[in-house]
């Protein structure tokens, strides 16, 4: 485990893929922060590397994490006085203060999770391009299967490893059926390449090895083992977590075999995101009848829901993949809204979080979300509200509900842009769905009642 810290170290000066660098101001104190630079969060002894570009200037100013090779993310709001630069992500509750000391920034960062927070020191240089090292990496580009020598606490047998490679860089991200871990990305050093991410929610390190035999050894490092043990079976991101003997999505060294060796040596494979959950009748109709953030009761028989194509989106803002879908739902709601589509988050939040619901009112202005969002109870409460689903363990569930209330799929996690073809395939996978229960006509007495309820709403 030194190695791999001593190895994360040096990858916090290597974070580079290739790209031009933003302008980068004086390093003197007081100086201008607007540039690339190469950040590393710590704590524990763990060293997390990751780019950080800041840009702009007083109300303009902020700053931009990356999912693999990609600007992503970024903060809700940044300030530099006096030397002081802090960034705001309200929507993760995560904050970085930093001061600018001989061109350095140095200070602290605290990240809200789920039931915990963690408390990292915050280190930050700036970037120095460096001219691009001969292409000796080993093509490991594609994607990967990791059969898991103990099934995780979702019943899965094996994840997948998905890798897009750039000569020595590589950007990776581990996918299970609740999501995936984000884009880590690094260069290949020593027969190894460090891969490190930080989108503002999720930090993480891997290690991964080529071994003679063609398969890669994949090992995990974390700063979080206790909580990660704590509450595993409940549907969280914790994609840097530990070892948790009961559960293998936590062993410390994983071993990847390509896809196809993995299917000819029939290794066990990742579960189908569309069986992992499943509506326990088929005849019934998903019914909910929630607070919104005024706490007025909506439910599903509300006009905006009833006779209309439903995507109901079991969330919470704490999970990163929710987070990751957000994003995507605002492309489907802007496209779909008008042809019949309706979303409806449930959006369970921790008990701390439901008086002002914070992160969920900077979650939804972040990402600019016009769809409904309505807040059923906490993450515990989760299966006592949605009671209609079988097997519902992961945030997020995404259930797609046709004109006659009934459900017709249920696609369990989500699977980011780091993901690759994955996402692509999922991209389609939604749209098809949506447009096929789109040109299915409402029951005839689905229709009438949505009418009438519509109508009374418009006299009143």
């Known amino acids: 485990m030194k190695t791999l810290l001593k190895a994360a170290a040096l990858a916090a000066t290597m974070l580079s893929t290739g790209g031009a660098a933003l ?7 007081g100086a201008a922060v607007d540039g690339r630079w190469d950040a590393v969060l710590v704590r524990n002894g763990t060293e997390i590397p990751f780019r950080l570009d800041i840009k702009g200037d007083g109300p303009t100013l902020q700053g931009v994490f990356y999912n693999g090779f990609q600007p992503y993310d970024g903060t809700t709001s940044a300030s530099f006085k006096d030397g002081q630069l802090t960034l705001k992500v309200e929507h993760y509750l995560t904050t970085i203060n930093a001061k600018l000391d001989g061109g350095q920034l140095a200070g602290s960062a605290v990240a809200q999770n789920r039931e915990s927070s963690a408390d990292y020191s915050f280190h930050a240089v700036r970037h120095v391009d460096t001219a691009p090292g001969a292409a000796h990496a080993p093509q490991i580009a594609g994607s990967w299967v990791i059969p898991l020598a103990v099934p995780s606490s979702k019943g899965e047998k094996a994840f997948r490893l998905i890798v897009d490679q750039r000569g020595d860089e590589v950007a990776a991200s581990i996918l299970r059926i609740d999501g995936d871990t984000g884009g880590y990305s690094g260069t290949f050093k020593d027969g190894q390449w460090v891969l490190s991410h930080f989108d503002g929610g999720r930090p993480g390190v891997i290690v991964v090895k080529p071994n003679a035999d063609g398969t ?33 999505r936590y062993a410390p060294t994983l071993t990847a075999y390509r896809a196809k060796v993995a299917a000819a040596e029939g290794l066990p494979a990742p579960e189908d995101v569309l069986k992992h959950t499943t509506a326990r009748d088929g005849n019934e109709r998903f019914a909910f009848n929630f607070p919104d953030a005024s706490g007025k009761l909506v439910s599903s028989d509300d006009p905006r829901f009833k006779g209309k194509v439903v995507l109901a989106i079991v969330t919470g803002t704490w999970c ?36 002002g619901l914070q992160r969920a009112k900077a979650f939804i202005d972040k990402y600019g979300a016009k769809y409904t969002y309505l807040y ?31 459900v017709a799929a249920v696609h369990s996690g989500f699977a980011s842009p780091s993901t690759g073809e994955f996402h692509a395939e999922l991209r389609q996978e939604f749209t098809s769905r949506i447009e096929q229960l789109l040109a299915q006509t409402a029951p005839a007495n689905v229709a009438t009642t949505a009418t009438t309820a519509a109508q009374a709403a418009g006299s009143n």
């Not at 994003?327 to 809204?337: A, C, G, P, S, T």
């Not at 689903?389 to 046709?402: E, N, Y």
Request: charged residues 25%; hydrophobic residues 35%.
């Open 320 to 355: 990163p993949n929710c987070h990751d879908e957000a994003q995507y739902l605002v492309e489907l709601d802007k496209k779909y809204r008008d042809k019949g589509l309706a979303i409806v988050a449930l959006d369970f939040e921790e008990a701390e979080q439901q008086a």
């Open 23 to 29: 302008a980068a101001g004086p390093g003197a104190d």
């Open 216 to 248: 890669l050894e994949v090992r995990q490092q974390s700063d979080r083992a206790a909580v990660a043990s704590k509450i595993s079976t409940k549907g969280d991101d914790y994609s840097t977590a530990a070892t948790a003997p009961s559960d293998g």
């Open 376 to 406: 059923p109870g906490t993450p515990a409460q989760m299966w006592e509200k949605v009671p209609q689903l079988q097997h519902l363990d992961t945030w997020p569930a995404t259930v797609f509900i046709g004109r006659d209330g009934k």
